[in-house]
Protein backbone atom coordinates (compact mmCIF):
# COMPACT_ATOMS: atom_id res chain seq x y z
CA UNK A 1 0.00 0.00 0.00
CA UNK A 2 1.39 3.67 -0.72
CA UNK A 3 2.30 5.35 1.72
CA UNK A 4 3.48 9.32 2.46
CA UNK A 5 7.23 8.78 3.84
CA UNK A 6 9.27 11.70 5.68
CA UNK A 7 12.97 11.94 6.26
CA UNK A 8 14.51 12.45 9.08
CA UNK A 9 12.99 11.06 11.29
CA UNK A 10 14.69 12.93 14.03
CA UNK A 11 15.88 15.78 14.08
CA UNK A 12 18.30 18.11 16.43
CA UNK A 13 19.72 21.71 15.44
CA UNK A 14 20.66 24.96 17.32
CA UNK A 15 18.33 27.99 17.19
CA UNK A 16 19.06 29.89 14.61
CA UNK A 17 19.73 27.32 11.94
CA UNK A 18 17.76 26.49 9.29
CA UNK A 19 16.42 22.99 8.95
CA UNK A 20 15.05 21.20 5.84
CA UNK A 21 12.51 18.56 6.43
CA UNK A 22 11.41 15.84 3.38
CA UNK A 23 8.82 14.59 2.46
CA UNK A 24 7.64 12.46 -0.28
CA UNK A 25 4.02 11.90 -1.18
CA UNK A 26 1.36 9.46 -2.29
CA UNK A 27 2.67 9.34 -5.86
CA UNK A 28 -0.38 10.16 -7.52
CA UNK A 29 -1.80 12.48 -4.97
CA UNK A 30 -2.19 16.20 -5.84
CA UNK A 31 -2.52 18.03 -2.99
CA UNK A 32 0.29 18.18 0.27
CA UNK A 33 0.05 19.84 3.71
CA UNK A 34 2.44 20.11 6.14
CA UNK A 35 1.56 19.75 10.17
CA UNK A 36 2.88 20.53 13.49
CA UNK A 37 2.19 19.16 16.90
CA UNK A 38 4.14 20.54 19.64
CA UNK A 39 4.34 17.86 22.26
CA UNK A 40 0.74 17.50 24.24
CA UNK A 41 -1.58 19.45 22.06
CA UNK A 42 -3.74 19.14 19.35
CA UNK A 43 -2.16 18.63 14.94
CA UNK A 44 -2.11 22.16 13.73
CA UNK A 45 -2.08 22.69 10.03
CA UNK A 46 0.55 24.57 8.54
CA UNK A 47 0.05 24.98 5.06
CA UNK A 48 -1.47 23.32 1.86
CA UNK A 49 0.40 23.16 -1.61
CA UNK A 50 -1.35 22.65 -4.91
CA UNK A 51 0.13 22.91 -8.49
CA UNK A 52 3.39 24.07 -7.29
CA UNK A 53 2.08 26.79 -5.25
CA UNK A 54 0.48 27.60 -1.66
CA UNK A 55 -3.26 27.37 -1.57
CA UNK A 56 -3.83 28.32 2.26
CA UNK A 57 -1.45 28.87 5.22
CA UNK A 58 -1.96 29.24 8.86
CA UNK A 59 -1.21 32.56 10.61
CA UNK A 60 1.52 30.01 12.02
CA UNK A 61 3.22 29.63 8.79
CA UNK A 62 4.80 32.93 8.88
CA UNK A 63 8.21 34.17 7.17
CA UNK A 64 10.48 32.37 8.42
CA UNK A 65 8.93 29.03 6.67
CA UNK A 66 9.04 28.13 2.85
CA UNK A 67 7.53 25.07 1.21
CA UNK A 68 8.52 24.01 -2.17
CA UNK A 69 8.26 20.75 -4.35
CA UNK A 70 11.89 20.79 -6.04
CA UNK A 71 11.09 17.86 -8.29
CA UNK A 72 8.40 15.83 -9.06
CA UNK A 73 8.30 13.42 -5.98
CA UNK A 74 9.89 15.44 -2.74
CA UNK A 75 7.98 18.05 -1.02
CA UNK A 76 10.00 20.07 1.42
CA UNK A 77 9.60 22.39 4.82
CA UNK A 78 12.17 25.06 4.93
CA UNK A 79 12.29 26.83 8.94
CA UNK A 80 14.48 29.39 7.97
CA UNK A 81 15.89 30.21 11.79
CA UNK A 82 14.77 27.99 13.99
CA UNK A 83 13.48 29.26 17.70
CA UNK A 84 13.09 27.31 20.71
CA UNK A 85 9.55 27.14 20.28
CA UNK A 86 9.54 25.19 16.37
CA UNK A 87 10.61 21.72 19.05
CA UNK A 88 7.75 19.95 17.49
CA UNK A 89 6.56 16.74 15.28
CA UNK A 90 6.11 17.85 11.56
CA UNK A 91 3.70 15.66 9.71
CA UNK A 92 3.56 15.77 5.77
CA UNK A 93 0.40 14.54 4.70
CA UNK A 94 -1.59 14.18 0.79
CA UNK A 95 -4.49 13.59 -0.43
CA UNK A 96 -5.77 12.83 -4.06
CA UNK A 97 -8.02 15.66 -4.24
CA UNK A 98 -11.07 17.07 -3.46
CA UNK A 99 -14.64 16.15 -3.88
CA UNK A 100 -14.93 12.66 -2.33
CA UNK A 101 -11.01 11.97 -2.58
CA UNK A 102 -10.09 14.96 0.78
CA UNK A 103 -8.86 11.80 3.12
CA UNK A 104 -5.54 13.07 3.79
CA UNK A 105 -2.69 10.56 4.94
CA UNK A 106 -0.45 11.34 7.14
CA UNK A 107 3.49 10.62 6.80
CA UNK A 108 5.77 8.88 9.85
CA UNK A 109 6.58 12.66 11.06
CA UNK A 110 10.04 14.08 11.96
CA UNK A 111 10.42 14.75 15.56
CA UNK A 112 12.50 18.34 15.29
CA UNK A 113 14.43 19.72 18.94
CA UNK A 114 15.70 22.96 18.75
CA UNK A 115 18.09 23.44 21.66
CA UNK B 1 -13.33 30.99 13.62
CA UNK B 2 -14.04 27.73 14.36
CA UNK B 3 -14.08 25.68 17.52
CA UNK B 4 -14.21 21.80 17.84
CA UNK B 5 -14.69 19.90 21.22
CA UNK B 6 -14.02 16.58 22.63
CA UNK B 7 -13.85 15.20 25.80
CA UNK B 8 -9.59 15.03 26.87
CA UNK B 9 -10.33 11.27 28.14
CA UNK B 10 -12.15 8.49 28.05
CA UNK B 11 -11.49 5.12 29.58
CA UNK B 12 -13.26 1.84 28.59
CA UNK B 13 -13.37 -2.15 29.16
CA UNK B 14 -11.88 -4.45 27.39
CA UNK B 15 -14.83 -5.92 25.10
CA UNK B 16 -17.03 -2.88 25.69
CA UNK B 17 -18.27 -0.61 23.39
CA UNK B 18 -17.70 3.27 23.21
CA UNK B 19 -18.71 6.53 21.86
CA UNK B 20 -16.86 9.60 21.39
CA UNK B 21 -18.28 12.99 20.90
CA UNK B 22 -17.19 15.62 18.70
CA UNK B 23 -18.94 19.02 18.55
CA UNK B 24 -17.78 21.96 15.87
CA UNK B 25 -18.39 25.30 14.93
CA UNK B 26 -17.92 26.34 11.52
CA UNK B 27 -18.58 27.91 8.57
CA UNK B 28 -18.08 26.66 4.79
CA UNK B 29 -18.25 22.55 6.52
CA UNK B 30 -17.44 20.30 3.82
CA UNK B 31 -16.53 16.68 5.82
CA UNK B 32 -15.27 15.27 9.21
CA UNK B 33 -12.64 13.11 9.11
CA UNK B 34 -11.77 10.88 12.45
CA UNK B 35 -8.03 10.01 13.42
CA UNK B 36 -6.42 7.36 15.27
CA UNK B 37 -3.08 8.35 16.56
CA UNK B 38 -1.26 6.16 19.01
CA UNK B 39 1.77 8.45 20.93
CA UNK B 40 4.62 9.41 19.20
CA UNK B 41 2.96 8.20 16.35
CA UNK B 42 1.57 9.74 13.13
CA UNK B 43 -2.65 9.82 12.25
CA UNK B 44 -4.47 7.40 10.79
CA UNK B 45 -7.20 7.56 8.76
CA UNK B 46 -10.40 5.95 10.30
CA UNK B 47 -13.59 7.67 8.42
CA UNK B 48 -14.82 10.67 6.41
CA UNK B 49 -18.34 11.77 7.00
CA UNK B 50 -19.68 14.47 4.29
CA UNK B 51 -23.50 13.71 4.42
CA UNK B 52 -25.82 12.85 7.37
CA UNK B 53 -26.12 9.45 8.97
CA UNK B 54 -23.66 6.65 9.72
CA UNK B 55 -21.27 5.25 8.61
CA UNK B 56 -19.89 1.60 9.46
CA UNK B 57 -16.42 -0.02 8.95
CA UNK B 58 -15.71 -3.09 10.50
CA UNK B 59 -15.21 -2.51 14.35
CA UNK B 60 -15.36 1.33 14.11
CA UNK B 61 -18.99 4.27 12.34
CA UNK B 62 -18.45 7.41 12.08
CA UNK B 63 -21.90 9.16 12.84
CA UNK B 64 -22.73 13.18 11.61
CA UNK B 65 -25.47 15.39 12.07
CA UNK B 66 -24.50 18.55 9.92
CA UNK B 67 -27.77 20.68 11.41
CA UNK B 68 -26.33 20.07 15.04
CA UNK B 69 -22.73 20.30 14.40
CA UNK B 70 -22.14 17.07 15.75
CA UNK B 71 -20.51 13.75 15.22
CA UNK B 72 -19.62 10.65 17.11
CA UNK B 73 -16.86 7.84 16.52
CA UNK B 74 -18.24 4.13 17.42
CA UNK B 75 -15.88 1.91 18.99
CA UNK B 76 -17.07 -1.63 19.34
CA UNK B 77 -15.76 -4.80 20.73
CA UNK B 78 -12.71 -2.95 22.29
CA UNK B 79 -9.32 -4.20 21.91
CA UNK B 80 -6.48 -2.88 24.36
CA UNK B 81 -4.36 -1.78 20.68
CA UNK B 82 -7.36 0.75 20.35
CA UNK B 83 -5.66 2.28 23.12
CA UNK B 84 -4.36 5.57 21.92
CA UNK B 85 -5.87 9.54 20.98
CA UNK B 86 -9.33 9.85 19.12
CA UNK B 87 -8.95 13.24 16.72
CA UNK B 88 -11.97 14.68 15.18
CA UNK B 89 -11.20 17.01 12.24
CA UNK B 90 -13.59 19.49 10.59
CA UNK B 91 -12.57 20.50 6.83
CA UNK B 92 -13.99 23.26 4.91
CA UNK B 93 -13.67 24.78 1.50
CA UNK B 94 -11.76 27.96 1.37
CA UNK B 95 -11.24 30.04 -2.00
CA UNK B 96 -11.66 26.25 -3.88
CA UNK B 97 -9.11 24.45 -1.62
CA UNK B 98 -9.63 22.43 1.40
CA UNK B 99 -8.59 23.41 4.89
CA UNK B 100 -8.18 20.93 7.47
CA UNK B 101 -8.95 21.91 11.42
CA UNK B 102 -8.28 19.18 14.12
CA UNK B 103 -9.46 18.87 17.94
CA UNK B 104 -7.44 18.02 20.93
CA UNK B 105 -8.07 14.68 20.57
CA UNK B 106 -10.16 12.28 23.14
CA UNK B 107 -7.51 10.02 24.82
CA UNK B 108 -8.68 6.35 25.08
CA UNK B 109 -7.43 4.47 27.74
CA UNK B 110 -8.98 0.36 27.26
CA UNK B 111 -8.72 -1.98 30.73
CA UNK B 112 -8.38 -5.13 30.86
Known amino acids: EPEVTQTPSHQVTQMGQEVILRCVPI?????FYWYRQILGQKVEFLVS????????KSEIFDDQFSVERPDGSNFTLKIRSTKLEDSAMYFCASSEGLGGRETQYFGPGTRLLVL | GQNIDQPTEMTATEGAIVQINCTYQTSGFNGLFWYQQHAGEAPTFLSYNVLDGLEEKGRFSSFLSRSKGYSYLLLKELQMKDSASYLCAVTRRSGGYQKVTFGIGTKLQVIP
Open chain 1, 49 to 56: FYNNEISE
Open chain 1, 27 to 31: SNHLY
